[in-house]
């Protein structure tokens, strides 16, 4: 059984910097595309970016790109997410996200979430 | 970038109730066309991939179909536990992209 466990909530002031992690037990983080997705309060979902092995490339989306970084351990099975320079907007909940084998980007298992406050 | 547009944004619906969404592509996607369910304050459910294909796990009454640009979310027999908000995602390029989603409540 895949299970994403992802970092507890965090409250940052304005001009800092957050990083989510999201362990990954019962598969290899290297065998799956894995991806970044955030939701403002009462919004939508949004796409931020990940890495498909299949391609081998790692994709930032546009908007922020600069503020966003991805890495991983291997030994540990982990995946962090660092976004700088934050700011009110930066408010949402961050998910992260697998393809664990059906192709086509699906995201078949996600990490519970992990609410990032931006206030001063 | 792909846009991805949904309707409606809402709708009211009872139990039993066929429910149909739609999500249009900016673009040609194919088949590459995803669908999931979010709960309040719970990480989204796979419900549909590759447009038709039915999620391991995932209840029969919901389907999927379409191609290209045009694409539907159907749910035969609306069930208590389906009220929820659905979203499509599109995966034809790298720059995935989400729909504005479609929130479904109860009449």
């Known amino acids: 059984q895949v299970h994403l466990l992802q970092s507890g909530a965090e409250v940052k002031e304005p001009g800092a910097s957050v990083t989510v992690s999201c362990n990954v037990s019962?598969?290899?983080?290297?065998?799956?595309?894995r991806h970044w997705v955030r939701q403002a309060p009462g919004k939508g979902l949004e796409y931020m970016g990940g890495f498909d092995p299949e391609d081998g490339e790692t994709v930032y989306i546009q908007k922020f790109q600069g503020r966003l970084t991805f890495t991983e351990d291997t030994t540990t099975n982990t995946a962090y997410m660092e976004l700088r320079s934050l700011i009110s907007d930066d408010t949402a909940t961050y998910f992260c996200a697998v393809d664990l084998g059906l192709g086509n980007n699906a995201f078949d298992m996600w990490g519970q979430g992990t609410t990032v406050t931006v206030s001063s | 970038d792909i846009q991805m547009t949904q309707s409606p944004s809402s709708l009211s619906a009872s139990v039993g109730d066929r429910v149909t969404i739609a999500c249009r592509a900016s673009?040609?996607?194919?088949?590459?066309l995803n669908w999931y369910q979010q709960k309040p304050g719970k990480a989204p459910k796979l419900l549909i991939h590759?447009?038709?294909t039915l999620q391991s796990g995932a209840p029969s009454r919901f389907s999927g179909s379409g191609s290209g640009t045009d694409f539907t979310l159907t749910i035969s027999s609306l069930q208590p536990e389906d009220y929820a908000t659905y979203y499509c995602q599109q995966s034809y390029n790298t720059l995935l992209t989400f729909g504005g989603g479609t929130r479904v409540e109860i009449k």
């Open positions: 019962g598969n290899a983080l290297t065998d799956a595309s």
């Open positions: 590759a447009a038709s």
């Open positions: 673009q040609n996607i194919v088949i590459h």
